[in-house]
């Protein structure tokens, strides 16, 4: 398939706030992605995920900030979906059209040569189900067929919502392999995800918000690397205070440990300089995306029931 990934714009998300009556969906968030990344977009149920990507993909207006492009707002790009392949609900597509009608008539309204079709057919692997109507599709053959329909203009970015809901474990290696060659042909990829397990098998940068804000964004070894030194006290109330009173950051660990940036022998000195009873003390191991998103967001792993934006 031909790509024109290598001239990636970068995407860019600058202190974006959305509102719906008293309630802040989107509060002043600021992220980027550049190309050659695929980046996962975290976030517990009514975090803001959906509205910012209805935003970036110009279904939604922003209250303040903006969400760019190369610099520019969706709309204002000159083939918004020759630049961005977007894919928030796939049950959205018509049932009546059969998989190469909905692809065809996609290149068509997009300008794209008719075997173009054919061609992104087949890589989505839908070429035996070609003339089946979409409504006798499996969730899977839609997912598959609404990536399709994401790919159908060359993009250099694609956004994607929830793309493996659906998919049998050979799909989502599909989808996997297909994400990541896209970005290393120099493309960007956002995706936003329930399934924790499968982001982590897929992307190399995160993004994880909650309550409309970003709690943070980086590399994904960055985010479950190593963590200094796990440590739990008899008093944990006065070992908070205490790391807090020198200025050291500390994360809830399960089993009540707490995460420290300090190697574990100044920590020991700490302990001693404070007088506190130490009951574990130990050099910290890296950590799973799971842990991570419940450390970072004050949840559990969310559940993948989350209703899809309407297109």
Not at 50 to 76: K, N, P, W
Not at 81 to 88: I, S
Not at 117 to 142: D, F, H, I, N
Not at 296 to 307: K, M, N, W, Y
């Amino acid at each position: 398939m031909t790509s024109t990934t290598a001239t990636a714009p970068t995407l860019e998300v600058r202190a974006l706030s959305k509102r719906y009556g008293a309630r802040a969906a989107v509060d002043a968030l600021s992220f980027s992605c550049s190309p050659g990344t695929v980046t996962g977009f975290l976030g517990p149920n009514g975090a803001g995920k959906s509205t910012t990507l209805r935003i970036l993909t110009g279904l939604a207006e922003a209250d303040e900030g903006m969400a760019l492009i190369g610099g520019r707002r969706y709309r204002a790009l000159e083939h918004p979906a020759r630049t961005v392949g977007v894919m928030l609900d796939a049950r959205a597509l018509h049932g009546g059209r059969t998989g190469i009608e909905t692809l065809r008539l996609t290149a068509r309204t997009l300008g794209m040569p008719r075997d173009r079709a054919e061609e992104v057919l087949e890589t989505v692997g839908l070429e035996q189900a070609a003339t089946k109507r979409v409504g006798g599709y499996s969730y899977g053959m839609r997912q598959r067929l609404g990536i399709g329909v994401a790919l159908m203009g060359d993009p250099s970015v694609l956004v994607l919502d929830e793309p493996a809901n659906g998919l049998d474990p050979e799909g989502i290696r599909w989808m996997r392999r297909l994400l990541r060659s896209f970005a290393d042909a120099g493309g960007i990829v956002l995706l936003s995800s329930h399934q924790l397990r499968e982001v982590e098998a897929t992307v190399d940068r995160l993004v994880v918000i909650s309550e409309g804000r970003l709690v943070r964004e980086g590399p994904l070894e960055e985010l479950t690397a190593v963590t200094g030194t796990r440590v739990a006290a008899l008093d944990q109330a006065a070992l908070r205070r205490a790391l807090d009173a020198h200025g050291i950051a500390f994360e809830l660990r399960a089993g009540g440990e707490l995460a420290v940036s300090l190697a574990p022998e100044d920590m020991g000195r700490l302990a001693l300089r404070e007088q506190l009873v130490l009951t574990s003390l130990g050099a910290g191991a890296g950590t799973g995306l799971e842990e991570v998103f419940f450390a970072l967001t004050g949840h559990e792993e969310p559940s993948a029931d989350e209703p899809a934006p309407a297109l």
